[in-house]
Nanobody, 131 residues
Framework: QAQFVESGGGSVQTGGSLRLSCVGY??????????MAWFRQAPGKEREGVAA????????YYADSVKGRFTISRDDAKNTVYLEMNSLRPEDTGLYYC??????????????????????WGQGTQVTVSS
């Protein structure tokens, strides 16, 4: 079931920017460190990892397709994780979800990983980029 509330999606033209927000990660795991990630899913495609960040460290991870354009960050005081998206492209179109796992690791981008699964998800926010 959805545990977070995502917002910030919308429709933009190529080259535009959006900032997504995900509120509520402190309601997930009791430990201090939680891996928060953004995934996206385009129609007819599998859900893919976009970016991830630990909540109590500065380690961040990005898919190659978004490096240099997207920035993930979090504000502990606001219980919020952000995804700043710049230089958007039509291929960035999709439903964007935030998710929480106990650990990031090298396979953070996989929805179906065997260990440290993403057990908490939001309902998604739509991003549409037109050419």
């Amino acid at each position: 079931q959805a545990q977070f509330v995502e917002s910030g999606g919308g429709s933009v033209q190529t080259g535009g920017s959006l900032r997504l927000s995900c509120v509520g990660y402190r309601s997930t795991y009791s430990e201090d460190e939680v891996c928060m990630a953004w995934f996206r899913q385009a129609p007819g495609k599998e859900r893919e990892g976009v970016a991830a960040i630990y909540t109590d460290s500065r380690s961040a991870y990005y898919a190659d397709s978004v490096k240099g354009r997207f920035t993930i960050s979090r504000d502990d005081a606001k219980n919020t994780v952000y995804l700043e998206m710049n230089s958007l492209r039509p291929e960035d179109t999709g439903l964007y979800y935030c998710a929480a796992a106990r650990f990031c690791g090298g396979d953070w981008y996989r929805v179906d990983r065997s260990f440290y699964r993403y057990n908490y998800w939001g309902q998604g926010t739509q991003v549409t980029v037109s050419s």
